[in-house]
């Protein structure tokens, strides 16, 4: 006699699922600050654990076993890290000490007063009846500044305790190699312990899930990888100033859904009006060089890298990005979007899963 | 017939149950499993390499009395293989009305086409009796032939041609029961 599974209405299910996700919003919003270190370290090493991955199975593929597999991709990774530390950080680090030296010098006050004063000959009172007087300008001036700085500082705590962490017991680098070495069985191990009910649909679900995150998280590195050194080659041509910093900028940009790519042309406008001469032409050759390699992103890019998996309605990408600032900072921004893609990941294939397997 | 069989093969394995010491050691469950294993000609004479690699794949699960296996038109994702008890298989026809096909017991394996594609199941297997198995699924084989490829093609060659032993053996009882309605038919 097969027993028959117990059959929950549209209306109860949808009224439970909507008190477990916001129970479960609460909690990590309770938890995150208590965890935020271990947490961001935890992320990074599945990150890099995602990256390395193939790298093992294509060792192992050539019949290198595991163990050896894994030192391999360390060795190779040890390689990337120390030419990266000879020749492009220094090279970085260089520009962005002396672009934030620029930046510190200039006197934005001066500039916004000119062209609130050019806007006021053509306009007469126009400053006035907007409310835009020189304290109003003072006060938001101020505003702007703390909370930036404020915004940074708490990114930079986040990420230097991290570092801290990363720096004084190595944990990535063994949790890293415990991940690739050891993934799998502890998977099995898991799911050694699920109800036999649910045995099949949770190994299935885990398999999908590791697919689909392994899969964006790399076509998400590659595409911003291949934008920032896009952005960085033609500037660097263009004879723009701090290139690289600025590859970087819209490397890292692009990994926000609409408005990253958007935003990117503020900063970057900025730069290049304060450095370049004359400031408006570079800023044509800016504007056209983004919005090329913004079509080559969209067209060629984006379809081949990810196909249909950054399916995220912009309003959610706005909800999500600002919720992300708000725990995190500009870091909480930048991996908002693909931490909400991990959660979407899982709980629309878990959902799907318990339809398909008719539990419920 | 088939009942009464069944009864009896149920109530023998019970005994067999009783007499079975009350914890058996970790070690001597592995070396039973894999003499059950290697003696199914999908994974015989495997080197000790290919076993191990094989031995982390394999997924042990225990079943009480009458307790759902895999349901029919659920999506298949792998083989068990019983390691003790039995299980009955279930067919369900379009009127959703339950057959029993057959039983299977210790060495007996199931479900191994969903092992090659993507298939929903095609019956409902349920556990007589308390019953261990071993399973082992499409994905991680998946990811095995990835990695070693020439052991991933060797399991995929054993596992084609148990399934055109099964074809064939399908084939002869078709044509079997074909001739019998002829025979019928004639009278």
């Known amino acids: ?236 041509i263009l004879g723009i100033k701090f290139a690289i910093v600025l590859g970087l900028i819209n490397g890292l940009l692009n990994t926000i859904p609409f408005f990253g790519p958007l935003i990117a042309y503020f900063p970057i406008g900025l ?72 959660i979407q990941v899982i709980v629309v294939d878990s959902y799907n899963h318990l339809k398909e397997y008719k539990i419920i | 017939m088939n009942e009464q069989d069944d009864k009896m093969k149920t109530e023998s394995y019970t005994t067999e149950v009783d007499w079975q010491p009350v914890v058996i050691s970790k070690e001597k469950r592995d070396i039973d499993i894999k003499e059950i294993l290697t003696s199914l000609s999908l994974f015989s004479k495997l080197s000790q390499r290919d076993w191990r690699e094989l031995s982390d794949l394999f997924h042990q699960r225990i079943y009480s009395d009458g307790e759902i296996i895999f349901e029919y038109d659920t999506p298949g994702l792998g083989m068990y293989i019983i390691i003790e008890g039995s299980a009955r298989v279930l067919n369900i026809d379009l009127g959703g009305v339950k057959t029993e096909v057959a039983i299977l017991n210790k060495g007996d394996f199931f479900g191994e086409m969903s092992l090659v594609e993507e298939v929903y199941r095609s019956a409902t297997v349920n556990a007589i009796g308390k019953t261990q198995l071993v399973g082992i699924f499409r994905p991680q084989l998946k990811d095995l032939m990835h990695r070693r490829p020439k052991l991933g093609l060797l399991l995929m060659e054993r596992l084609a041609i148990i399934i055109i032993n099964r074809l064939r053996e399908a084939n002869r009882r078709l044509a079997e029961s074909r001739d019998r309605i002829r025979e019928l038919e004639a009278k």
């Open chain 1, 271 to 342: 730069i290049v009006l304060i450095t370049y001469d004359p400031p408006l032409v570079g800023l044509v050759w800016m504007i056209i060089i983004l919005s090329a390699i913004q079509i080559f992103d969209n067209i060629l890019a984006k379809p081949f890298l990810i196909g249909r998996s950054v399916d995220v309605h912009p309003a959610t990408v706005l909800l999500v990005v600002l919720v992300g600032g708000r725990l995190a900072g500009a870091l909480g921004m930048f991996i908002a979007i693909p931490a909400y893609k991990i």
């Open chain 1, 1 to 236: 006699m097969i027993p028959a599974h117990p059959v929950i209405s549209p209306v109860y299910r949808r009224i439970l699922l909507s008190i477990f996700f916001i129970a479960s919003l609460v909690i990590f919003l309770l938890i995150f600050p208590l965890i935020s270190d271990l947490l961001v370290m935890l992320i990074v090493s599945i990150i890099i654990t995602y990256v390395m991955k193939p790298g093992v199975a294509h060792f192992e593929h050539l019949g290198v076993p595991r163990v050896w597999a894994i030192a391999g991709v360390f060795v190779l990774t040890a390689v990337v890290i120390v030419v990266s530390l000879r020749f492009f950080i220094p090279v970085l680090i260089d520009q962005g000490f002396l672009l934030v030296a620029i930046l510190k010098d200039i006197d934005f006050n001066a500039y916004y007063t000119s062209v609130v004063s050019w806007v006021d000959i053509r306009l007469p009172g126009f400053s006035d009846w907007v409310g835009m007087g020189q304290d109003q300008m003072q006060d938001w001036v101020g505003k702007f500044t703390s909370t930036v700085s404020a915004f940074l500082q708490q990114s930079t705590k986040l990420l230097a305790g991290a570092m801290n962490v990363l720096m004084l017991s190595a944990v990535v680098p063994m949790l890293i190699f415990f991940f690739l070495k050891d993934g799998s069985l502890f998977v099995k191990n898991l799911i050694e312990k699920v109800p036999n009910r649910f045995f099949e649909m949770s190994l299935s679900l885990v398999y999908r899930v590791d697919q689909q995150l392994g899969n964006y998280i790399r076509s998400i590195l590659v595409e911003s990888l291949v934008i920032g050194l896009m952005t960085w080659v033609s500037l660097e």
